[in-house]
């Protein structure tokens, strides 16, 4: 666990104990890149759906799941910063990639959706929730779904945290992604196909924020102990 408190005691921030947090620069910069390519930027989008999609009703009750998300990745954040901080420097780097790439898809080639319904059968208080998530979040950048991918951040994160190894934590984490993910479909925020890619980005990025990491400190652990005997049958 990093004492935290030793910041505000006057140790610098680039000392090795908290370099860390400088990968939390991160999320204002995507912030402002997400922003500008949300309300900045005149692009040419193309609609994104596909047969399965007419099929999915409806169901005002996912935003539960859908929200959640946040709580969901902050949560992560915050555990894994408190207390195991080799957990969070793979979740940033997997955040960092995915999120990267999936900026550059929306860039090279825009997309939306328009399967929103045009009127809700029912008037309760989701249905409100919802129409205010249509109002506040453009139906634009679509594919591949962020939602998705975040909740593979944390499910994947977990995955080398000791704590959360455990058959029912797993099982609950899975729930819970699983659920998100397809909360984004049922609440018409995304086309399948936007999971489809989100996986695929998920997939292509995993080896790059979770092994190879270990990998390379691995190898420089074996290049400094060889270095180490060497010098001693020196002496």
């Known amino acids: 666990m990093v004492d935290y408190k030793r910041l505000f005691r006057g140790e610098k921030l680039n000392s090795p104990d908290f370099k860390h947090l400088f990968l939390l620069l991160y999320w204002p910069v995507y912030g402002l890149m997400f922003w500008l390519m ?14 399965f999609d007419s099929k999915i009703p409806f169901c005002e009750y996912f935003i539960f799941p ?48 328009e399967l929103r319904p045009a009127e ?7 249905v409100w929730v ?25 499910l994947f994160t977990t995955w080398h945290i000791k704590r959360f190894k455990t058959p029912l934590w797993q099982l609950a984490l899975w729930i819970i992604t699983i659920a998100i993910s397809i909360s984004t479909v049922f609440l018409k925020q995304h086309s399948v196909i ?15 924020a979770y092994i190879l990491p270990d990998r390379i400190a691995q190898k420089r652990s074996g290049k400094a102990a060889s270095a180490d005997r060497g010098a001693c049958k020196t002496d």
């Open 130 to 154: 919802v129409k205010a998530l249509y109002a506040f979040d453009t139906n634009t950048n679509v594919c591949p779904s962020l939602h998705v991918i975040g909740s593979f951040a944390v």
């Open 38 to 51: 949300e309300r900045g930027l005149s692009l040419t989008y193309h609609p994104v759906a596909s047969a």
């Open 120 to 126: 809700f059968e029912r008037d309760n208080f989701c």
């Open 194 to 208: 936007d999971i489809y890619a989100a996986l695929a980005v998920c997939a292509v990025s995993y080896p790059f």
């Open 66 to 113: 859908y929200y959640f998300w946040f709580v969901f990745l902050a949560g992560i954040h915050i555990y894994t910063l408190l207390f195991d901080v080799p957990a969070f420097k793979k979740l940033m780097y997997f955040i960092i990639i995915t999120y990267t790439v999936t900026t550059v898809i929306y860039l090279v080639y825009p997309t939306c959706q």
